[in-house]
């Protein structure tokens, strides 16, 4: 309840209002579509007609027993214009500092373990799209990247970006919201001996897996039969060097870093690249099952595409396609929150079944449609019983340790069939 009352206040903040607005004089006379009403129903995830979407949520707003139309869809369009995208980050950042602030974060061997992925998203057939965003085989598409918390889900940070942007480009711009006392885990993508030396410089560590083939110094250790080994990496390629000036560390500098080898089941091997130097803290045989929780990001993504239909956007600009994202983005990191205080309370209640059970992320962001704008403009203990309630009753059973070969047996269709989209 102290998280949403302070979502609340910053709405409500004169100063914040100030800070999110595109010019001095938006939202300053008295409308229907004020600068928290707009704010709301981005965050309700407007998917279908916006007339339909605006009628309901004027319904729920004014909690009037039928729909009437208050707002027209052009009005919204007009006014969404007046709205910075960067309003929807800052309320994630106050929920993230709340939640450190109530000790809620997990940590691994006293590091907290975090995740950057990119991905990619489709975006309205829009010329303005494409001069902006760029494209993609003749499509227009943005460049998407998240810093996540394995541990809980939430997004810390995230970039929707032209799509010109390269992945380790967009982990750049992620280092400043890395916390102490935190290690970052990165797949084979992202190796780089400016991105050693920077994270190096901002002392933070790292957990990354390396191409096989990555340099010579990589093939001997997979040519010894060595467990892990303990070496120096310097940027000996001009072009790595010339990216080391760019990033603002010497190019001449070496880092000192540990390789090590992981056997998967198919009999491969597989080589992680890390900071943790400690072998009595940090022993080899934990770094597999600890790559292995990189997992949580790329399902994080398939939660934004499916389940929230990342790709409908309710507006053909680029200022709604930014404004749909990092609403998004709020909405899911809300709902895995309660996702997360519930989980104790389940398996207290199921803890003599067989299997683990959670909540459906799907049902419970489905009860959150409608009703976190009731819990936003009128905060209640009993509201939010309410809804806990109703996500406690909709659960999954966890089932670790599937894995199914990929076998395509007809054309992708649009969506994921395990995957249902939200009300």
């Keep these: 309840m102290k998280i949403v009352q302070k979502i609340t206040s910053q709405l409500d903040c004169p100063d914040f209002i100030d800070t999110h607005r595109q010019r001095p004089h938006d939202f300053t006379r008295r409308r229907q579509l004020t600068f928290k009403n707009l704010v709301l129903f981005l965050l309700n995830q407007p998917r279908t007609a916006l007339q339909t979407e605006l009628d309901q949520f004027y319904r729920v707003l004014n909690q009037a027993s039928a729909e009437t139309q208050v707002v027209t869809a052009q009005a919204f369009g007009k006014a969404r214009g007046k709205l910075k995208p960067e309003v929807f980050e800052s309320l994630n950042q106050t929920l993230q500092q709340q939640l450190d602030s109530l000790g809620l974060r997990q940590t691994w061997r006293g590091l907290r373990v975090l995740a950057v992925d990119g991905s990619t ?173 990189r997992w949580g990001i790329e399902t994080d ?23 749909d994202f990092h609403a998004g983005q709020l909405l899911k990191n809300l709902a895995l929150l309660m996702q997360h205080l519930l989980q104790p309370v389940i398996e207290q209640r199921h803890k003599s079944r067989k299997l683990r059970w959670k909540v459906n992320f799907t049902q419970g962001v489905s009860r959150l449609k409608n009703t976190l704008v009731d819990l936003l403009v009128r905060p209640g203990v009993q509201g939010l019983a309410n809804v806990m309630e109703l996500m406690a009753n909709s659960l999954s059973a966890v089932r670790p340790g599937r894995s199914f070969p990929r076998q395509r047996k007809r054309l992708a269709s649009r969506g994921c069939e395990g995957y249902k989209p939200t009300r």
Excluded at 240 to 262: H, K, Q, S, Y
Aim: glycine share 6%; hydrophobic share 40%.
């Design 301 to 323: 993504y398939r939660r934004l595409k499916q389940t929230l239909c990342l790709d409908n956007f309710s507006g053909r600009s680029v200022t709604a396609v930014k404004q």
């Design 121 to 293: 998203v489709h975006l309205p057939l829009e010329s303005v799209m494409t001069r902006f965003f760029g494209c993609h085989s003749e499509f227009p598409v943005a460049r998407l990247s998240m810093l996540y918390d394995v541990a809980d889900g939430q997004t810390l940070h995230s970039l929707i970006v032209p799509s010109a942007v390269g992945e380790r480009d967009c982990a750049h711009l992620h280092l400043a919201h890395l916390p102490a006392d935190s290690l970052t885990l990165f797949d084979r993508g992202y190796p780089g001996h400016w991105l050693f030396a920077l994270l190096e410089q901002h002392r933070r560590h790292f957990l990354m897996r390396l191409p096989c083939g990555y340099n010579e110094q990589v093939k001997q250790f997979l040519r010894s039969g060595q467990t892990e080994d303990t070496q120096f990496f310097s940027a000996s390629h001009p072009e790595a060097r010339l990216f080391c000036t760019e990033a603002g560390v010497d190019p001449a500098g070496r880092v000192e870093l540990r390789l090590i080898r992981v056997e998967l089941a198919s009999g491969e091997s597989e080589v992680l690249l890390t900071s943790l130097l400690d072998r009595q803290a940090f022993p080899a045989e934990v770094f597999a099952d600890l790559y292995h929780r």
